[in-house]
């Protein structure tokens, strides 16, 4: 399963991307970048998410491992930009 969520605006992470049994934070800038995503097909940008949400190379292999796992790629996709509209909405 692979999930954003929003986190409450005290904290020093905005949200988090869950992934497996393990999850990585999103920094607001990231949440920027993603949101610059959005118009990208099913493909393109479950692709690009790994890179949107951490710089780690060992995360971002973690992450696409996840998502290899789904097998409705649509519907993850559609779930993870609702996420991120939801989270560029609330700044």
Do not use: W
């Not at 890179?51 to 559609?78: F, H, P």
Request: glycine share 4%; proline share 2%; hydrophobic share 40%.
């Amino acid at each position: 399963m692979v999930r954003i969520e929003g986190l409450a605006k005290s904290q020093h992470y905005r949200a988090v991307i869950h992934y497996g049994e393990a999850y990585a934070p999103i920094a607001e800038a990231d949440i920027n970048s993603l949101g610059q995503c959005l118009e990208l097909s099913v493909d393109d940008f479950l692709n690009a998410l790994p890179e949107k949400v951490t710089g780690n190379r060992y995360l971002q292999d973690r992450i696409r491992e996840a998502i290899a796992t789904i097998d409705d790629r649509t519907s993850l996709m559609n779930t993870l930009k609702d996420s991120v509209r939801t989270l560029a909405a609330s700044r």
